[in-house]
């Protein structure tokens, strides 16, 4: 049974995308949650009781409910709390935001973050060896025509799903910014991505993750920079 919460906690890793995208909402939507580390490779068993998956994010709500995944989280935050939508007003808004979720959550993830922050860093986390020079070469080339794209969105749009900031622009830098602490981006690829997440990083919401130090990495000078 999941204990009542006396306020709301988002349990997270601080380089973890999903997690920072989770954050990113309830700060756009003025939710105010505290933060936990969750050492998932400890798997906790109180952790595991209410989350049997054992990842992170996981928002437990101050009733005791809990909520995994991110983007079933970041679902239940758009409906519960309804004042500042971030999934689109109308169907086709809806249907392109949840689009551009997945190519950030599932292909950019598989192809460029998983290539380098999980082989950089998760690796050193488990203690499971060095990362694979091949994995990262092909993180690293997967990275420029994923750039490109996100540059033509920016380009051709206010915002990357249409004219509202939405969970879409949060959740691919919510990806870039966890490579952006480790130093993997190389921003002079595409300038127009470069000037969408720099107006993104820009937003008081996005504070308290520049704001993140990891124990044993320190990112690259510009990485809390808001002219950058």
């Given at each position: ?5 006396r ?45 049997p ?35 689109g ?6 249907a392109?935001v ?9 292909k ?16 050193r ?9 091949a994995?990262?070469r092909a ?6 025509p ?24 949060l ?11 480790i ?21 008081p919401?996005f ?6 130090r ?15």
């Amino acid at each position: 049974m999941v204990p009542a919460a006396r306020m709301r906690i988002l349990y997270h890793q601080p380089l973890c995308p999903f997690s920072r995208k989770v954050r990113l909402v309830l700060a756009e939507k003025r939710i105010p949650f505290e933060l936990r580390i969750e050492r998932v490779w400890e798997r906790r068993e109180e952790f595991l009781e209410m989350n049997p998956a054992g990842t992170v994010p996981l928002l437990v709500e101050e009733n005791g409910l809990a909520l995994a995944d991110s983007y079933a989280i970041c679902e239940y935050l758009d409906e519960a709390y309804p004042d500042l939508p971030l999934l689109g007003r109308t169907l086709g808004e809806r249907a392109e935001v949840r689009r551009l979720v997945a190519w950030f959550d599932g292909k950019f993830a598989r192809e460029v973050t998983e290539n380098l922050l999980v082989e950089k860093q998760w690796k050193r986390l488990l203690g499971r060896g060095n990362p694979d020079g091949a994995t990262l070469r092909a993180g690293y080339a997967n990275l420029k025509p994923h750039l490109d794209y996100l540059g033509w969105l920016a380009e051709t749009r206010l915002w990357l799903a249409g004219n509202a900031l939405s969970l879409a622009d949060l959740a691919a830098a919510a990806q870039l910014s966890a490579l952006d602490y480790i130093g993997d981006l190389d921003w002079s690829l595409n300038d127009a991505a470069k000037d969408w997440y720099a107006r993104v990083k820009s937003r008081p919401a996005f504070r308290p993750l520049l704001a993140d130090r990891v124990s044993g990495v320190n990112p690259p000078p510009h990485y809390a920079d808001l002219d950058f």
